[in-house]
């Protein structure tokens, strides 16, 4: 992610100038990767219960018209066992336990909107399961696209008939919806709350990202370690040009070359490479995880920094390396090797199309690994890592572990019994390994040892055991300003929205509308470190002690884990 808009003055709901904004939105050494971020399904309403799948399809939702919302009435899988409220899975079962809370006795409709994709193939299940346990509770489970949410979820705001949970949209700040009051702290909801918070990992828990003004809004329901530039290629294509991957990465040049041999021999029914250029994050973590591999060690951006040398203090995107990066996506495009009309394509569009056999191969993220399958079972892939540099090791790219798939809980919810007990079973080790096994290993808990029990149980997908093979090698845990000095926060809050930002930046040089790249970082460098100044003013102007050296942490080493120990070093 990265630095995303300002906070607007406190308001119980948007205004109508800025719910207007939000629904006009654009809807060898191996290496370490950046985070990936969520990706969309695309099906318009999956109730609780329904065909297993992640919700995702090849065809696109209109940008213009809302979804319909139907509530699901019975789970489709069956009982595990003659347990209450066990669904049996393809690899195991998932077991309700018993409530902690007192839940309604009454009939109740609960509703969960999120952008689906490898998270719904549990919550499907999961959702299912919790029906059964509790017959009165009818679950509306709606995953839905990134743009469908950010018109669904402003409009429930605002119409004060949200869902009971729900992700906030990519244009909304997290900060920004708790000042808001959109959304209500779960300190109060999830029972035994302490030992609950205390089962989580070091670092789990930060200021600013899920702790505002003392209070606990939210939480990482699975880990953030992952990368979503992995090489994902269509076997049949990859080999009749030559290569393979998975056992020998691409360098840069390797790269380059199998895209222009895959396009020459696809005489015009497929191309080398296929990528969704209109989706800027996509874009940004592509070039980020290609610069970093290649030596500009930096920050993966998911805390408001964007590709910052820990060491320095200061931002790599005018290095050698992220300049290459993207003038070697210039390369291929230019010698015609891309999907034509990539730069138009969304990332769900660009991925969808995979299966379809119109590319070699596609940086993209673990998500479509339990996805294509379904979409064309006859359809072979492969999974590799993100392409080398031409020469040296690679590095292992820096992550910051604040957690993936965070939902909210809607201020005016009345169902605060439920989401507590259900927020209760997903932060347990049972809960974090049956997401782990439901998704057959493309998620990755917190918690380790539900990845242990997930890993022994043999039954997780290949693909995806490559992938966290992958992960294991080539990602490092960095150090995080906010966790070193909470006040960081503050300077988190103040922050606004680069326009362009990376990831803009990157796509209007693709599109050709930015001649210049060098400049064109050099610019976006400049004013990020402005914002950044401001940002640290505004912050101490109300009290918080920060400066600039909060950003530098001279005993951090790339190839190593960023331990406790470390942040107490360097305190």
């Not at 999956?46 to 789970?75: F, K, N, W, Y």
């Not at 209070?215 to 040009?241: C, D, G, H, V, W």
């Amino acid at each position: 992610m990265t630095t995303r808009e300002p906070y607007e003055q406190p308001s119980p709901l948007l205004s109508r100038r800025k719910l207007l904004g939000l629904l006009g939105g654009i809807g060898s050494t191996a290496l370490l990767a950046a985070c990936g971020g969520t990706n969309t399904a695309t099906t318009p309403t999956v109730a609780a219960g329904g065909a297993t799948g992640s919700g995702a399809s090849s065809s696109m939702p209109s940008s213009s018209s809302a979804p319909s919302v139907a509530a699901s009435t019975a789970p489709a899988a069956s009982a595990g066992a003659g347990t209450p409220g066990a669904v049996a899975t393809k690899t195991g079962a998932i077991t309700i336990p018993p409530s902690a809370v007192k839940l309604p006795t009454e009939k109740v409709t609960f509703r969960w909107i999120d952008s689906g994709d490898l998270k719904a193939l549990f919550y499907k299940q999961y959702f299912a399961a919790y029906q059964q346990a509790h017959p009165n509770i009818t679950i509306q489970y709606d995953p839905l696209p990134w743009s469908e949410i950010e018109k669904v979820v402003p409009l429930g705001i605002q119409n004060g008939n949200a869902h009971d949970v729900f992700q906030t949209p990519p244009t909304v700040p997290s900060p920004q919806a708790v000042r808001e009051g959109w959304v209500a702290p779960i300190d109060d909801i999830v029972p035994n709350f302490k030992a609950w918070q205390d089962g989580f990992p070091f670092g789990s828990f930060i200021n600013g990202v899920h702790i505002f003004n003392g209070k606990t809004y939210t939480f990482p329901i699975t880990s953030n370690k992952r990368y979503a530039s992995l090489t994902l290629y269509n076997t049949e294509i990859m080999q009749k040009a030559g290569y393979d991957p998975a056992n020998k990465p691409f360098t840069w040049d390797e790269m380059r070359a199998a895209a222009k041999k895959i396009t020459e021999q696809g005489k015009g029914q497929y191309y080398g490479m296929i990528f969704g250029g209109k989706t800027p994050g996509r874009l940004a973590d592509t070039v980020r995880n290609l610069g970093r591999m290649a030596g500009a060690s930096a920050s993966s951006g998911t805390t408001g920094n964007e590709s910052i040398d820990w060491r320095t203090g200061k931002s790599v995107l005018t290095s050698d390396q992220y300049i290459g990066a993207i003038e070697l996506l210039q390369a291929i495009q230019a010698d015609g090797s891309v999907f034509p009309g990539s730069i138009g394509l969304d990332e769900t569009a660009a991925r969808s199309r995979m299966p379809q056999g119109v590319a070699g191969f596609i940086l993209e993220g673990p998500w479509n690994i339990p996805q294509w399958p379904r979409e064309n079972p006859a359809f072979k892939f492969e999974v590799a890592s993100t392409p080398y540099p031409n020469s040296g090791n690679p590095v292992p790219l820096t992550f910051e572990e604040t957690g993936a798939n965070q939902v909210w809980v809607y201020a005016k919810s009345p169902n605060t019994a439920i989401i507590g007990d259900m927020f209760s079973y997903l932060g347990s080790e049972d809960g974090q390994t049956a997401i782990v096994m439901a998704t057959e290993g493309n998620l990755r808990a917190l918690l380790p040892k539900a990845n242990e029990r997930a890993q022994q149980s043999q039954q997780l997908d290949p693909h995806a055991s490559k992938a966290l093979s992958l992960y294991e090698q080539q990602i490092r845990n960095g150090p995080q300003p906010v966790v070193r000095n909470a006040d960081v926060a503050q300077v988190l809050l103040e922050m606004k929205k680069l326009t362009p930002d990376f990831g803009q930046t990157i796509q209007g040089i693709l599109a050709g509308q930015i001649k210049d790249v060098k400049a064109a970082m050099k610019d976006l460098d400049d004013r990020m470190e402005k914002e950044l100044e401001r940002a640290i003013k505004a912050a101490s102007d109300k009290g918080a002690k920060v400066s600039r050296d909060d950003w530098k942490f001279a005993n951090w080493d790339p190839m190593k884990d960023y331990t406790k120990a470390d942040y107490d070093a360097a305190k």
